[in-house]
């Protein structure tokens, strides 16, 4: 009696990778140096509960080190220089985050990190626009087509009008941009942003050290309210900036946005919490699933079966207590599990990835199991190089 064939893609198997595929968010923070991305991306994981307490890069002395700066060069100098990953779950969203180096010292990690998202979170300092290393950082994704949302950061200090940051944006990267929210007032007169979508005023309020989630209040803008608690001078410019982009301003449009020719623009101050969290639920919502990726084999999709990925990073000492070599991989495709035989198509050897870990900053965690959009790493005695394509089989 003939063997029956091997049972290749059921459709329980294939429904549970295209579900799982479909969770992921995988996206990188890009800015120039001191423009806050470091303290962006702490706040962001303290909204999204994957840490307790968010230490800024200048905090006080007692503070612990930012999550993604874990390098003890990055400890010393207060700046990101490897790119962290940093993996949690939101809103049923599988996340991974790219904490990429600001400086400019450290570039070319950035660019390698870049490759391995699907889009982007650009920061710009509210007082000074779009700076060099962030007009470097913008080229290389528009090279590769990334998505990106702006975060324009540090409006409750001194700013530059909104109206003349959102023609900076577009005169000097040559995009789109289409608010999404607006502030009411900067530097001592910031009282929040105002929801253009939703049609919604977030007030925040400052707390001690900003260490924690501030708490926040919503009303309608005609509510009589609301100019008594923004003030008259400061009510009054806000309306006046506020018509200008209902009647001239870009329109946001998501499919523009995801064809990498308009940027949502959000205002806000990672610092003191203003403006996170609507930030936070807008990237969830908006970011992309993982797309079909250009290989050597031509076009690959996330969910095709046969697992495929690429080495973006190796770090050598991540864990003092081994002097191991990590292989950072993109997974662009399959159902990844752990004793999988991985070919390597630079050398055309095979090896058996017996150790597969997960990443949160230096920490790291064995897994069984990844998916296409995951970042995985891979122990590396030697094996892997910076750019080389894995996928499975021998």
């Not at 080190?65 to 990101?80: F, K, V, Y």
């Not at 308009?262 to 403006?275: D, E, R, Y």
């Amino acid at each position: 009696m003939p063997a029956e064939p091997e049972n290749r893609g059921t459709p329980s198997t294939s429904d549970e990778l295209e579900r799982e595929v479909s969770r992921r968010r995988t996206f990188a923070i890009i800015s120039h140096p001191d423009a806050g991305k470091t303290t962006l991306t702490e706040k962001l994981l303290l909204y999204a509960g994957a840490i307790e307490l968010a230490g800024a890069v200048r905090g006080r002395a007692a503070r612990r080190h930012a999550t993604s700066d874990w390098m003890e060069l990055e400890q010393q100098r207060g700046i990101s220089i490897t790119s962290a990953a940093l993996e949690f779950e939101l809103q049923g969203r599988r996340v991974s985050l790219l904490d990429t180096p600001g400086h400019m010292d450290f570039s070319e990690d950035t660019y390698r990190a870049l490759i391995a998202a699907d889009s982007v979170v650009m920061v710009i300092d509210a007082a000074n626009g779009v700076e060099d290393q962030t007009r470097k950082l913008f080229e290389v994704c528009r090279r590769h087509r990334l998505p990106i949302l702006t975060f324009v950061n540090k409006f409750d200090r001194p700013a530059r009008d909104p109206l003349a940051l959102l023609d900076d944006v577009e005169r000097t990267l040559g995009i789109a941009a289409a608010p999404v929210n607006w502030p009411i007032g900067s530097a001592a007169s910031f009282r929040g942003v105002y929801d253009l979508r939703h049609q919604t005023l977030h007030r925040y309020e400052r707390e001690a050290q900003g260490q924690h989630r501030a708490p926040e209040t919503l009303s309608s803008l005609d509510d009589p309210e609301a100019r008594e608690l923004l003030g008259e001078n400061v009510y009054a410019h806000f309306r006046e900036s506020l018509d200008v982009i209902i009647h001239a301003g870009t329109s946001f449009d998501v499919d523009e946005y995801r064809a990498g020719r308009q940027t949502p623009v959000f205002f806000g101050s990672a610092l003191t919490n203003f403006g996170l969290e609507p930030f936070l639920q807008a990237l969830v919502e908006l970011a992309p699933a993982p797309p079909p990726r250009l290989s050597d084999d031509g076009v690959v999709a996330p969910t095709d079966e046969r697992v495929t990925g690429f080495v973006f990073k190796i770090q050598a000492n991540m864990d003092p207590r081994h002097r191991d070599r990590v292989a950072f991989v993109r997974l662009c495709s399959g159902r990844f599990t752990k004793d999988m035989v991985l070919s390597n198509s630079r050398v055309g050897k095979a090896l058996r990835a017996s150790r597969a870990y997960r990443f949160f900053g230096r920490d790291r965690e064995t897994i069984s199991v990844a998916y296409a959009g995951d970042i995985i790493g891979l122990v590396n005695p030697g094996h892997f190089a910076i750019g080389d394509t894995l996928h499975a089989g021998a």
